[in-house]
């Protein structure tokens, strides 16, 4: 048998219901305008109908997940109801922020704000069924005729417990069934794997402070790359693809374009997200969606009380995110650095922060420098802020600058991410203890755990530069070449790698690659100028000139000159163009810069056998600032002029401050011992003293006819060794 309702007299609750522009029709589950069917999912439709049963009053968020999701069906409730609302006000052309449909009560619920004709009047019932408030359920409770009934039935309490019991049956068995759909259908077993790549799209940002303007996508992408299940395609892949597209490189990377660049690269999956503001309550939104089909595999969402709980949303939608496409939770537990722990706090600094990277990656040394400086005021423990200012200020040869930041950033250390501490801890012994061997092992570490990271490689590339070791210096600048085609620092050191193994149409190849790129670094040009002078192509020579005259590169290009007029014999040529370097330094705020160009100078007058002119020269730089570079240039141009003494004081009190050293140690302070005992005769105590510096093969390759003589211990004028102009060293990233 089965239970039918005992027929009333009072006639049904009108169905249609009219609403501004708009007509809802319950018993169809239809909602048009104008006439035309607007298409409308169930369960937004469902927030629609109760909100017109109810206008004026506030629907609690806890009424939409009853009405929604009866039972524990493993759903995320409020991703569910915040997902239902935004494409109800997608449909009826609503917003958030200025509601003309669907008013917003935070932490509360919703409200219908708009006058309706021909509302169901649903009569109240006695007790609820729920057995709490009556306003809880609207609903009355079924009538059951009693003489269908196969199970004995009892007036008064007893009709009301069977009417439950079998309520609660129905219940169960719909959740059951809704529990077992909804668990496979929301959260797939298998969303991602291991091999899918994923491209990140730009935030939506829908709140009035620009400050989330890429900051988000950028904090994201520090939280997704220390997972190692989820495999996100770097930027320099994307910039990449939209060349081939015809579109900039620096085009916003909205839901559309993104979709169209990851069905290029042929990725898996395309990761949105999206902030909204409401008073002082921030809404934020991933979502994970297919490229091919355009299905979404994940949603997540979380919410902040202020500004400064963004940040902290988005860490824990992100780890939602990465649960919900596959990632193991004990992978997520074990990966799972906060975002404000593993960058930054202020929203407004990781934004400073983004745009000194962006700058930097153009080889923009020194204009990249407020960024990171203000990224610092805004957060005083920013440890990423201060490595990345301290090797910028490695980079432009001001190594007390450099030692000061880097060392900051190590002593806040604990502040980062596992990628993080790797960048910090290895530019720490790489430019405060200068321990090459200690570096090279955490860069390799770096490079083997996260083999998509492209500053180990650019790194590593440099530091085999450093060594000597070219072949692998190749080898890693061509990778890093390879993981970001648009990055100034791999292009730069890759030239000097070719210059040095006098590959020079490779290294031409490389740097018209570099400007097809738009790429237009300063290290570039400066190589450039190299290698036409080893060809005798003055022609060149002078386009680079002119092209660094009116840019913070101008001393570098001019200590170049020096260099080269020195080397054909035009001293006072090059006497002018030091001086002039010099002057260009102190204009741009590098004072430890322009003692190195009086060393340099003071070096040449010593090769030139003008005594008293270089020990002018060198006291000169050495009273000027107390850096490792000027006083190691300075005691070589000393030991040359006749002041043996003088120079190996130097060079004991530099070995005593710097012993772990590797390149002072092992080569410049013995070249300078070696430079002092000629000056005295010892000629055999000369080579005997050099011979140690055998295990570093800084003379491989021939960068042409350059001033070997000028700089002994080099083999081009911009090594990394400190006996050279560490002005126009090309650096690490």
């Given at each position: ?80 109801v915040n997902s239902g609302v935004a494409r109800l006000r997608e449909a009826l052309g609503d917003s958030a922020d200025n509601p003309r449909y669907i008013e917003t009560l935070p932490r509360r619920g919703y409200r219908l704000i708009v006058s309706v004709d021909g ?90 402070d620009p400050v989330f303007d890429n900051t988000l996508r950028q904090a994201l992408a520090v939280k997704l790359v220390d997972s190692p299940f989820l495999n996100i395609v770097p930027d320099e892949r994307m910039r990449d693809t939209l060349r081939f597209m015809g ?414 050293d590797t390149l002072l140690n092992a080569v410049d302070l013995p070249t300078i011992r070696a430079a002092a005992e000629l000056s005295r005769g010892n000629a055999g105590e000369a080579l005997r003293l050099l011979q140690a510096t055998q295990a570093f093969d800084l ?35």
């Amino acid at each position: 048998m089965q239970f039918t309702p005992t027929q009333t007299s009072n006639p049904p609750p009108p169905r249609l219901i009219r609403f501004g522009v708009f007509e809802a029709d319950l018993s169809a589950g239809e909602l048009r305008k104008g006439g035309s069917k607007i298409r409308l999912q169930e369960q937004p439709f469902q927030i629609l109908a109760m909100l017109l049963e109810r206008p004026g009053q506030i629907v609690t968020r806890d009424e939409l997940r009853s009405k929604l999701w009866p039972g524990d069906t493993f759903v995320d409730f409020e991703h569910g109801v915040n997902s239902g609302v935004a494409r109800l006000r997608e449909a009826l052309g609503d917003s958030a922020d200025n509601p003309r449909y669907i008013e917003t009560l935070p932490r509360r619920g919703y409200r219908l704000i708009v006058s309706v004709d021909g509302v169901p009047q649903a009569p109240t019932p006695t007790a609820s069924v729920n057995g709490g408030d009556p306003s809880l359920d609207s609903r009355p409770a079924p009538q059951v005729d009693a003489t269908n009934s196969p199970l004995p039935v009892r007036a008064g309490a007893g009709g009301a417990q069977f009417t439950w019991r079998r309520s609660l049956a129905l219940t169960v068995v719909a959740a059951v069934l809704l529990s077992i759909g909804g668990y496979f259908y929301l959260r797939p077993a298998h969303a991602l794997t291991e091999t899918d790549s994923v491209v990140l799209a730009d935030f939506t940002n829908s709140t009035p402070d620009p400050v989330f303007d890429n900051t988000l996508r950028q904090a994201l992408a520090v939280k997704l790359v220390d997972s190692p299940f989820l495999n996100i395609v770097p930027d320099e892949r994307m910039r990449d693809t939209l060349r081939f597209m015809g579109r900039s490189a620096d085009e916003r990377l909205t839901t559309v374009t993104t979709r169209e660049v990851c069905q290029r690269l042929s990725s898996k999956a395309m990761l949105a997200g999206s902030i909204t503001q409401l008073d002082d309550h921030y809404s934020i939104l991933l979502e994970a969606t297919n490229c091919a089909t355009g299905d979404s595999l994940a949603r997540a969402g979380a919410e902040a009380v202020g500004k400064a709980g963004v940040l902290k949303a988005l860490d824990t939608t992100a780890a939602d995110i990465r649960r919900k496409l596959g990632e193991s939770l004990s992978s997520i537990q074990k990966n799972d650095v906060p975002i404000e722990q593993a960058t930054t706090t202020s929203l407004e600094g990781l934004k400073a922060f983004s745009l000194g990277q962006a700058a930097r990656n153009r080889g923009m040394e020194p204009q990249s420098i407020p960024y990171f400086q203000n990224a610092i005021e805004l957060d005083p423990n920013f440890a990423m802020a201060y490595a990345v200012l301290g090797q910028v200020y490695a980079n432009m040869g001001e190594n007390a600058f450099s030692v000061e930041y880097t060392q900051k950033a190590f002593d806040r250390r604990e502040r980062a991410s596992e990628r993080e501490n790797f960048y910090i801890s290895s530019h720490y012994y790489e430019n405060v203890t200068r321990d090459l061997d200690r570096t090279t092992q955490i860069y390799e570490l770096w490079r083997s755990t996260f083999p998509r990271d492209v500053v180990p490689a650019i790194n590593l590339g440099e530091l085999y530069l450093s060594l000597g070791q070219l072949d692998k210096a190749v080898a890693e600048l061509t990778d890093a070449r390879r993981l970001d085609p648009d990055n100034d620092f791999a292009y730069g050191n890759l030239l000097f790698a070719y210059v040095d193994l006098n590959r020079l149409d490779e290294a031409k190849s490389t740097f018209d690659q570099a400007r097809a790129r738009g790429l237009d670094g300063p290290d570039l040009h400066l190589c450039r100028y190299i290698i036409a002078f080893d060809e005798g192509d003055a022609a060149t020579m002078k386009q680079q000139v002119a092209w660094a005259s009116d840019k913070p590169a101008d001393h570098d290009m001019r200590t170049l000159e020096a260099a080269t007029s020195a080397y054909v014999g035009r001293l006072r040529a090059a006497e002018e163009l030091f001086r002039q370097a010099e002057d260009s330094a102190q204009r741009h705020g590098r004072k430890e810069t322009a003692a190195e160009e009086q060393a340099l100078a003071a070096l040449v007058e010593a090769e030139f056998v003008r005594p008293g002119e270089a020990r002018q020269l060198a006291k000169a730089s050495l009273n000027a600032v107390k850096s490792i570079q000027v006083h190691t240039v300075a005691a070589l141009a000393l030991a040359l002029s006749g002041e043996a003494s003088a120079a190996e004081a130097i060079a004991t009190d530099l070995g005593q401050r710097f012993p772990s050293d590797t390149l002072l140690n092992a080569v410049d302070l013995p070249t300078i011992r070696a430079a002092a005992e000629l000056s005295r005769g010892n000629a055999g105590e000369a080579l005997r003293l050099l011979q140690a510096t055998q295990a570093f093969d800084l003379s491989k390759g021939d960068s042409g006819r350059m001033p070997i003589r000028i700089f002994p211990s080099c083999s081009r004028p911009a090594p990394n060794t400190p006996a050279c102009t560490s002005s126009l060293r090309i650096g690490g990233s």
